[in-house]
């Protein structure tokens, strides 16, 4: 069994999230514990309530939100009953007994899994600490869980093969509810890819017909760092109303979206020169950009030209679906930039749209995985998982590093 923890700010937003999929068929709430209702009796503010209510005893506490998702090794499809206990039996060891928390059973991946909201603010106001919770806790509940029940063990699980994808899936307007839409694409592009700027950003989101705007930069929003999210028809156009970065669930916006930048500076890193192998081997001979484009994209590798309404090529993007990252031509060196392709490309009089190629369905998200499947190098989707976990975390650790080296400097000075 594998357990996820997410902490935040928003006890509405995480039982958003799961009554949206309770709406669409694809969970049910099958636990409500320290409820005075069943389950099938609460309403959405009974649901609510019970925990913003122990949220209010705290106002000094902000993050007061606890979203867990047990995750379940494929084939091992549990009865209700035995997920109850499992679940009961988490919390108990997460230190979350005697709290109020809600268990959604979740039916959209290709393996069973669980989602489990609560808060950490206590009838008397005092809150349960989240320090070290993941590491120490909810690693001695799982294991203790998966002895009690006999489960694949979580170091198991990514020696499985046959796990189903579910991928993200283009936002088409008027088909579904907009703001979820765009949320679960904004989600999953942000944590999954390593970009550096809105543009390339916008690179991987445009391909789920999602971008996110800043404004122009004469405008109010742009001056105050403001950031929303419009949905674009086929022909890269917006439609309808933005969504404001701060009202989705995660809050991906610019002040957030400026980390990440600094963060995948970082962890782009060790994949700039894999990609650049894999483009000098197409670089072997000129072709045209059509061409181009279709060679490298049987690598996992998209190519967004850029031209004026001259036809002139003045800026070229390489997102890696496989490595999940986002670079410039010009960040991989003069060689890749689009003056110097410009020149090598044979002429084929094709007009390339602005960024609107949509991605190469092989190499689409995945929902919640908790089994494996192996990439080239035989690592599977789990060790990528937690590899880029430990990556984050040790780039926050050499951010944060660098960040005292300035102070003392400064301090010498």
Do not use: C
Request: proline share 3%; glycine share 6%.
């Amino acid at each position: 069994m594998v357990a996820k923890i997410k902490t935040g700010r928003s006890i509405i937003g995480a039982i958003n999230y799961n009554e949206h999929k309770v709406g669409l068929g694809k969970a049910e709430l099958i636990l409500a514990q320290g409820y005075l209702k069943d389950p099938l009796d609460l309403t959405f503010n009974d649901k609510l309530e019970r925990l913003t209510d122990l949220a209010k005893r705290n106002q000094l506490t902000l993050v007061n939100t606890l979203h867990v998702s047990l995750n379940f090794a494929v084939g091992e499809n549990l009865d209700k009953d035995i997920l109850q206990q499992i679940a009961d039996d988490y919390m108990e060891g997460l230190g979350f007994g005697k709290q109020p928390y809600l268990v959604y059973q979740h039916h959209d991946a290709g393996h069973p899994h669980l989602h489990i909201v609560t808060t950490n603010i206590k009838p008397d106001g005092k809150r349960i600490s989240f320090h070290l919770l993941a590491n120490r806790a909810s690693e001695s509940a799982r294991k203790q869980v998966e002895l009690t029940y006999d489960l694949v063990k979580a170091e198991d699980q990514g020696k499985q093969q046959n796990v189903i994808i579910k991928p993200l899936e283009q936002v088409d307007y008027g088909k579904s509810e907009l703001k979820r839409s765009i949320t679960n694409v904004v989600t999953e592009v942000v944590r999954a890819y390593k970009f550096t700027s809105i543009p390339e950003l916008n690179a991987v989101l445009n391909q789920y017909n999602v971008t996110a705007d800043r404004g122009s930069k004469d405008s109010r929003m742009y001056e105050k760092n403001g950031l929303v999210y419009w949905v674009l028809d086929e022909k890269g156009n917006k439609l309808g109303v933005p969504i404001k970065a701060s009202s989705i669930y995660g809050k991906p916006t610019m002040k957030a979206l400026e980390d990440r930048f600094r963060l995948n500076e970082m962890l782009r890193k060790p994949l700039k020169d894999q990609l650049k192998t894999t483009i000098d081997k197409a670089l072997l001979k000129p072709m045209s950009q059509s061409a181009f484009q279709k060679q490298l994209k049987t690598e996992g590798i998209q190519v967004i030209f850029r031209q004026n309404e001259e036809g002139r090529l003045y800026g070229i993007t390489f997102v890696d679906h496989k490595a999940k990252a986002v670079f410039n031509g010009s960040d991989l060196g003069k060689t890749y930039s689009a003056a110097s392709l410009a020149g090598w490309f044979k002429n084929d009089n094709t007009t390339f749209k602005k960024e609107t190629d949509k991605v190469n369905p092989s190499y689409n998200f995945t929902d919640n995985i908790s089994g494996s499947q192996s990439n080239s190098s035989g690592e599977s989707l789990l060790d990528m998982l937690f590899k880029e976990e430990q990556q984050d975390m040790a780039a926050i650790g050499r951010l944060t590093q660098n960040k005292r080296k300035k102070k003392r400097k400064g301090h010498s000075l």
